[in-house]
């Protein structure tokens, strides 16, 4: 047994903010990740000269202004830092009736592009976006750390009492709700909800305003910017820091069960045997694996229970991974675009599609004269259970045509210009990535009260903590590094640090 003040398990993102704020701050953390490299669903993986990402390349947090920028901040509090990209369109929309819209980084030129599609909403359309400001200004205008710790937030009221009132006042509210007190239009609504579900895999009635007005504001604000050599430089810069900082990280370390004595979670057990103890655990898994994996029936709380009961998995991803000769993109390609024909299928298994072309602002990424497309759409793990072998390849092989044939549409000759293809499915997600059946992350199984339904980082059984897309504020990069300042700072105040 060896005895440190934190672990963490898993190496995530939330999970390496969390380690890296307390390591600054003189804790002895040791972090146990089960693959063999960082990151999680911010990872990569190489093939034939090209490095993909494993999830999306959108990735907000990187900006220099405010303090809504928490991945530029997390690296900085370990003195490292990282080259980033500035993408000067979030997402190229081609949507249902034609609605081919760009969302330009400048405010004002997005709301210029939308007012051309909806000419009588073009106030409508204003108020909706200038109220989401109105949140991000008053989250920007505040250190975002532990909600769970009175004194943090006693000094934040007192410092800032009106942006705090601002920030209780949006905290029950849906961004679905907001819209319609403003806007009727039954197509420029399916298009907020399409904003929502591009992010949080919820239409606008289910997405919490605190999200909606982080995600639709800062894009203009901090923008969205990618990492030089790709999405897991993140991770790997974050786990530099670390050590530099005196914590340790293990990898190919599968945590199995968290050991809990006398109604307190203690230390770890691996699947190799070896047990480590420490007077904080954190859990960057999934609340699902934490509470139904890591411990027995017996010990998991009657709140977690509940919280199940109001939240369920979100659908995991079909992903394509493709390697393509650079000429079948037309010049002007943007590196985000989101795919859908039928506002009814949404929300259905490849109804609607991402699309990261990243290698348009990253070309070190592949082999020269190609480009990486990364389309993914949602699915259900179900769909992918109980086949043979031969059966698993030739549904993943319908899959990749069907998606491919939805692509040609766009990049006309894409199919000719294969140069590499490979095909991750729900299985996939659930085995590389440790997340049960390969889920995004929780969604509300009705319609809630914006956030206030989300758990924080604490825990009914002492000692753990959960860090991650399973707690506030939920799914995204620049969110669940939020999560992991907050864990952090709740976890130094707890250990008198």
Not at 105 to 119: A, D, I, S
Not at 144 to 155: A, F, G, N, T, V
Not at 184 to 201: G, H, N, R, T
Not at 267 to 278: E, T
Request: aromatic share 10%.
């Amino acid at each position: 047994m060896q005895a440190s003040d934190v672990i963490v398990i898993g190496s995530g993102i939330g999970g390496l903010v969390t380690a890296t704020q307390l390591a600054v701050k003189g804790a002895k953390v040791m972090m146990l990740e089960r693959y063999l490299i960082p990151g999680g669903s911010a990872g990569y993986f190489e093939r034939q000269g090209y490095r993909f990402d494993v999830g999306a390349s959108m990735i907000f947090g990187f900006g220099h202004k405010g303090t809504t920028n928490l991945l530029t901040r997390a690296l900085q509090a370990v003195n490292v830092s990282l080259e980033v990209v500035p993408d000067s369109v979030q997402i190229h929309y081609h949507l249902p009736n034609g609605l081919n819209l760009k969302v330009d980084r400048v405010y004002e030129k997005f709301l210029q592009n939308l007012t051309g599609y909806f000419p009588n909403q073009s106030q409508e359309i204003r108020r909706f976006y200038d109220e989401c400001w109105k949140v991000f200004h008053c989250l920007n205008s505040i250190d975002l750390l532990s909600l769970e710790e009175p004194r943090y937030l006693m000094r934040v009221f007192f410092q800032h009492p009106l942006k705090c009132l601002g920030l209780v006042k949006y905290l029950p509210q849906n961004a679905g709700d907001v819209a319609r007190r403003y806007i009727q239009d039954p197509q420029l609504l399916k298009f907020i909800d399409m904003e929502c579900y591009c992010w949080s895999v919820v239409p606008a009635d289910m997405t919490p305003m605190i999200n909606a007005g982080m995600v639709f504001s800062d894009r203009h604000y901090g923008g969205v910017n990618y990492p030089k050599g790709g999405v897991g430089q993140i991770a790997q810069k974050l786990v530099e820091g670390l050590i530099k900082a005196g914590g340790e990280i293990q990898y190919q370390a599968r945590v199995t069960k968290i050991i809990i004595e006398n109604r307190r979670a203690v230390g770890v057990q691996l699947a190799s045997g070896q047990v480590y103890r420490a007077k904080r655990i954190v859990s960057n898994a999934t609340r699902w694996d934490t509470f139904g994996k890591l411990m027995s029936q017996q010990e998991i709380p009657s709140a977690e229970i509940n919280w199940q009961q109001r939240y369920h998995k979100s659908p995991s991803f079909l992903s394509l991974h493709i390697g393509v000769k650079a000429e079948v993109l037309p010049k002007g390609t943007e590196c985000h675009h989101i795919i859908l024909e039928d506002w009814e299928k949404m929300t259905e298994s490849e109804g609607t599609l991402f699309v990261s072309i990243p290698t348009l602002l990253d070309p070190d990424l592949a082999p020269a004269g190609h480009h990486i497309i990364h389309a993914f759409t949602p699915h259900w793990i179900d769909e992918w259970r109980g086949l043979c072998a031969r059966m698993y390849e030739v549904k993943k092989e319908e899959a990749a045509w069907r998606i491919i044939e939805r692509l040609e549409k766009i990049f006309p000759g894409l199919n000719a210009g294969l140069d590499y293809l490979e095909v991750g499915t729900p299985l996939t997600h659930r085995r590389f990535l440790g997340r049960q059946d390969g889920t995004y992350g929780p969604i509300p199984r009705r319609k809630l009260r914006g956030l206030l339904g989300m758990p924080f980082n604490r825990t009914p059984i002492p000692g753990l903590y959960c860090v991650g897309d399973s707690t506030f504020p939920g799914q995204g990069l620049n969110a669940v590094a939020f999560s992991g300042f907050a864990c952090a700072h709740r976890i130094a105040v707890d250990l008198g640090m």
